[in-house]
T-cell receptor
Framework: AQKVTQAQTEISVVEKEDVTLDCVYE???????LFWYKQPPSGELVFLIR??????QNEISGRYSWNFQKSTSSFNFTITASQVVDSAVYFC??????????FGPGTRLSVLP | KAGVTQTPRYLIKTRGQQVTLSCSPI?????VSWYQQTPGQGLQFLFE???????NKGNFPGRFSGRQFSNSRSEMNVSTLELGDSALYLC?????????????????FGQGTRLTVV
């Protein structure tokens, strides 16, 4: 069975601060694909970053990066130099059996000017 | 290229009625998935269609159904609406793959249809 935990319900930071969002993904699978999505107030989910189990390095895409800690099954997502437009709900979403996403509960990020 | 289009954006229905939601995926994408988002249950997978065939289904009652047309456009239908069906329904488009191999590409989502059942 898979379990996705995003312990942080809400986070507030001041613009230009770095912010890290936590995700714990418990699975017995040795091959997995894990995604981060952002949901702004407009409603659509926007793809941010992806990690595959066979990735050698943590991925960096612009201001987004993430860090994998195998010992704790943590896939933490970091936004560098946050901006007000980063305010949204962020979801950690591994691919489950059958190719559908299994979304975590989400973390609401507020970036204050 | 055009993104994922969902219609209508907002809908108000009465308990007991039925409703049909539409999703047009990105051109060339053959996989369309539907998700329900509610404050209490979060984002939950409804079903996925690939080349007009339902390939996977979530844990929802039979009142929820869907279909996909030859142009990859998809519709989902909810019959005998209940108050608890009030939610944001999101459609996801992916290039997809045939067979059982996991498609690890990202999905592109529409803005959703917000359904309110009164």
């Amino acid at each position: 069975a898979q379990k996705v935990t995003q312990a942080q319900t809400e986070i507030s930071v001041v613009e230009k601060e770095d912010v890290t969002l936590d995700c714990v993904y418990e699975t017995r699978d040795t091959t997995y694909y894990l995604f981060w999505y952002k949901q702004p107030p407009s409603g659509e989910l926007v793809f941010l970053i992806r990690r595959n189990s066979f990735d050698e390095q943590n991925e960096i895409s612009g201001r987004y990066s993430w860090n994998f800690q195998k010992s704790t099954s943590s896939f933490n997502f970091t936004i560098t130099a946050s901006q007000v437009v980063d305010s949204a709900v962020y979801f950690c979403a591994p691919l489950g059996e059958g190719q559908n996403f299994v979304f975590g509960p989400g973390t609401r990020l507020s970036v204050l000017p | 290229k055009a993104g994922v289009t969902q219609t209508p954006r907002y809908l108000i229905k009465t308990r007991g009625q039925q409703v049909t939601l539409s999703c047009s995926p990105i051109s060339g994408h053959r996989s369309v998935s539907w998700y329900q988002q509610t404050p209490g249950q979060g984002l939950q997978f409804l079903f996925e269609y690939f080349s007009e065939t339902q390939r996977n289904k979530g844990n929802f009652p039979g009142r929820f159904s869907g279909r996909q047309f030859s142009n990859s456009r998809s519709e989902m239908n909810v019959s005998t609406l209940e108050l608890g069906d009030s939610a944001l329904y999101l459609c996801a488009s992916r290039a997809g793959t045939a067979g059982l191999r996991i498609a690890h590409t990202e999905a592109f989502f529409g803005q959703g249809t917000r359904l309110t059942v009164v």
